[in-house]
Every structure is written in C-alpha cells, then in structure tokens.
Nanobody
C-alpha cells in the first residue's frame, strides 16, 4: 500500500521561507510523476508545481521564481522550497505522486507541460502553511 506524507509546514511572516518535504512508502519518486498542490480555505485545490520524468517543471504563475520543486533520489524525498512567501500562499499543501509507466507524465505543448490532479494517484494528507502579513 502506497503512503505519501508531507512534512515541514508551519507559520511564517511575509517574505519568509519554508521547505516542505514529502516521503513515501511503497512508491519511488524517481522516474515517476511528482507534484505539489495547495488549497486555501473556501477555494478549490490548485496545482502549484509538477516535475516530469525528464526534469521538465511547471509552476503556477503566482509562485514562479519563488518556489522550486526538487527531489533527492537517494533518499526518495520530494521537496518544495518556498521563498518570499506571501499571505496569499497560505493553505494546505499536498504532495502528489503518480506512475509514469515509462512515458511523460503530462501533456506537452512544445516544451511546456500542463498538469492536473488527474495525473496523480497517490496523495498525502497535507501540511498547513500560514503566512502572516
């Protein structure tokens, strides 16, 4: 049974930084589909970033240049580095993982990828990030 778990949420002031990590039992991140989503109170879940098997990444426009997705293959850990945090980044952050079956995970438009919740099979319970002004 695959389990995915997020770590590292917390409260931070505007302009601060946080690093979220995601670990999994029963699933290997390397060579598969990985992403982060978030959900603010009263809003729908939105995709923050995704990483394809060839290293191509996609970021939500509002986090581009501030957030970075990365992975530690040796330890099977996925990270989300968040800098210059804003109050509007507040929400529950979810790690998402899926199987690539040896193919690209997401639709391609040139060198751009488009991802959605449907691309992922395994989800964590979420970790809360609160950014105060």
């Amino acid at each position: 049974q695959v389990q995915v778990q997020e770590h590292g949420g917390g409260s931070v002031q505007s302009g601060g930084s946080l690093i979220l990590s995601c670990t999994s039992s029963g699933h290997t991140f390397s060579g598969n589909c990985m992403g982060w989503f978030r959900q603010a109170p009263g809003k729908e879940r939105e995709g923050v970033t995704a990483l394809d098997i060839d290293g191509i990444t996609k970021y939500l426009d509002s986090v581009q240049g501030r957030f970075t997705i990365s992975q530690d293959n040796a330890n099977n850990v996925l990270y989300l580095h968040m800098n210059l945090l804003k109050p509007e980044d507040t929400g529950m952050y979810f790690c998402a993982a899926g199987l690539s079956h040896g193919r690209y995970c997401y639709p391609r438009f040139g060198k751009q990828i488009a991802f959605s919740q449907r691309d992922f099979s395994f989800w964590g319970q979420g970790t809360q990030v609160t950014v105060s002004s």
